[in-house]
């Protein structure tokens, strides 16, 4: 569905700068897709935009069949079409945005595509869209090459858009996080209870997030006795995580929980984990999880795959361990050592922090978005 955020100056003017952005991606509090849409939006107001989000909204913790997701994908963009037209079109890069991109083309409103990912993601996520390759990279290959400009999140994804649309230029913004939410001393809202001692994974329970990894790293002999593995979010592999938790043994699942209450979660853990997989080559393209940098805003450690991009991040500063893909015991391995050496997890944290604080903060990023689209503004109108 559409709504408008306004932004205005003390005197009640608009300034005037229309913005419709699509997410084909239904935003649930908890995932990474919703701090990232709705944090840049945020910054983005903060400039003097106004934005308009379009979105699907499904029902809490349910995902519908392709049949009701297509529709949801029409009725999304049939309300973008017949809404004010705005001076620029931002996508969140989807196969189903094609005919936004197409009436964008054909009117001659400058539209930025947001790449997340290779075009594998969608196969991963969508399995019977392979029996049809082809043409739906043909249809996310276009909308690339239609665009005015193209931002990806990570210098890998950047030279894989360029090789894959023949793009000259392709702008990189990685993933950021609010270091005011965020933080160290972040509060733990009612409600919530947590065990004496944990390590934390939080965000959708996709195919690539290294589930399985996990439930076996906890079985695994080096792993902690009395540290538990607290999952809070939702996605397909929800059941699996529900059945682990099941046995009251060492894993705690808290569903899907409130965007402003993860951070009082994360800041209470040993460790947080990101171990993703190697499912459909990935980390080729480079990945840079959002829940790494929220975990390290929070002063906490992270436990990472050693893919490119963030990680090497983690490796040269420091603030956090670098495990190789799919090794539950080397998983294990690492909370154990973080466990046994609280002091060198107080070091990780610290440095973690600073490092986020400095380099990776929402509203930086959002600075950088809005130095892309004012440049389209200005080429719009001279």
Same mark, same amino acid.
């Given at each position: 569905?559409?709504?408008?955020?306004?932004?205005?100056?003390?005197?009640?003017?608009?300034?005037?700068?229309?913005?419709?952005?699509?997410?084909?991606?239904?935003?649930?509090?908890?995932?990474?897709?919703?701090?990232?849409?709705?944090?840049?939006?945020?910054?983005?107001?903060?400039?003097?935009?106004?934005?308009?989000?379009?979105?699907?909204?499904?029902?809490?913790?349910?995902?519908?069949?392709?049949?009701?997701?297509?529709?949801?994908?029409?009725?999304?963009?049939?309300?973008?079409?017949?809404?004010?037209?705005?001076?620029?079109?931002?996508?969140?890069?989807?196969?189903?945005?094609?005919?936004?991109?197409?009436?964008?083309?054909?009117?001659?409103?400058?539209?930025?595509?947001?790449?997340?990912?290779?075009?594998?993601?969608?196969?991963?996520? !969508? +399995?019977?869209?392979? @029996? /049809?390759?082809? &043409?739906?990279?043909?249809?996310?290959?276009?909308? %690339?090459?239609? *665009?005015?400009?193209?931002?990806?999140?990570?210098?890998?994804?950047?030279?894989?858009?360029?090789?894959?649309?023949?793009?000259?230029?392709?702008?990189?913004?990685?993933?950021?996080?609010?270091?005011?939410?965020?933080?160290?001393?972040?509060?733990?809202?009612?409600?919530?209870?947590?065990?004496?001692?944990?390590?934390?994974?939080?965000?959708?329970?996709?195919?690539?997030?290294?589930?399985?990894?996990?439930?076996?790293?906890?079985?695994?002999?080096? !792993? +902690?006795?009395?540290? @538990? /593995?607290?999952? &809070?979010?939702?996605?397909?592999?929800?059941?699996? %995580?529900?059945? *682990?938790?099941?046995?009251?043994?060492?894993?705690?699942?808290?569903?899907?929980?409130?965007?402003?209450?993860?951070?009082?979660?994360?800041?209470?853990?040993?460790?947080?984990?990101?171990?993703?997989?190697?499912?459909?080559?990935?980390?080729?393209?480079?990945?840079?999880?959002?829940?790494?940098?929220?975990?390290?805003?929070?002063?906490?450690?992270?436990?990472?795959?050693?893919?490119?991009?963030?990680?090497?991040?983690?490796?040269?500063?420091?603030?956090?361990?670098?495990?190789?893909?799919?090794?539950?015991?080397?998983?294990?391995?690492?909370?154990?050592?973080?466990?046994?050496?609280?002091?060198?997890?107080?070091?990780?944290?610290?440095?973690?922090?600073?490092?986020?604080?400095?380099?990776?903060?929402?509203?930086?990023?959002?600075?950088?978005?809005?130095?892309?689209?004012?440049?389209?503004?200005?080429?719009?109108?001279?």
């Amino acid at each position: 569905m559409g709504r408008t955020r306004k932004n205005e100056d003390r005197h009640g003017a608009n300034y005037g700068k229309r913005l419709a952005y699509l997410c084909l991606q239904a935003t649930r509090e908890g995932q990474a897709s919703y701090a990232h849409v709705h944090e840049i939006i945020k910054g983005l107001e903060r400039r003097g935009w106004e934005v308009q989000l379009f979105e699907p909204v499904y029902a809490q913790g349910k995902f519908p069949g392709p049949v009701s997701r297509l529709l949801w994908f029409a009725w999304v963009q049939v309300k973008l079409l017949f809404s004010k037209r705005p001076d620029i079109v931002y996508v969140r890069h989807h196969f189903a945005a094609l005919p936004t991109a197409l009436w964008a083309r054909l009117v001659g409103v400058p539209i930025v595509q947001e790449v997340n990912g290779p075009y594998e993601d969608l196969f991963i996520a !969508w +399995p019977i869209t392979r @029996k /049809l390759a082809s &043409l739906f990279k043909w249809m996310m290959k276009a909308q %690339v090459r239609w *665009a005015s400009a193209v931002i990806a999140v990570t210098p890998q994804l950047a030279e894989w858009v360029k090789r894959e649309s023949g793009k000259t230029e392709v702008f990189v913004i990685p993933n950021g996080v609010n270091i005011e939410l965020f933080r160290p001393d972040a509060p733990l809202y009612g409600g919530i209870t947590l065990p004496e001692e944990f390590v934390v994974f939080f965000g959708a329970l996709a195919p690539w997030q290294g589930i399985d990894t996990m439930l076996k790293a906890v079985e695994q002999p080096e !792993w +902690p006795s009395n540290v @538990k /593995l607290v999952i &809070l979010g939702d996605g397909v592999e929800r059941k699996k %995580v529900e059945k *682990a938790a099941k046995n009251e043994g060492k894993v705690v699942y808290l569903g899907t929980v409130p965007y402003k209450a993860v951070p009082g979660i994360v800041a209470r853990a040993i460790a947080g984990l990101s171990p993703q997989n190697l499912l459909g080559n990935r980390g080729a393209t480079g990945l840079f999880p959002l829940k790494v940098l929220e975990t390290l805003a929070c002063g906490v450690p992270v436990i990472l795959t050693d893919f490119p991009g963030v990680a090497d991040m983690v490796k040269q500063s420091g603030c956090g361990i670098v495990i190789p893909p799919e090794d539950p015991r080397a998983l294990a391995q690492a909370v154990r050592y973080l466990w046994e050496h609280p002091e060198e997890r107080v070091r990780m944290g610290h440095i973690g922090r600073e490092l986020v604080v400095r380099d990776h903060s929402w509203d930086n990023r959002a600075a950088l978005t809005d130095v892309v689209l004012t440049k389209l503004l200005k080429e719009k109108e001279s």
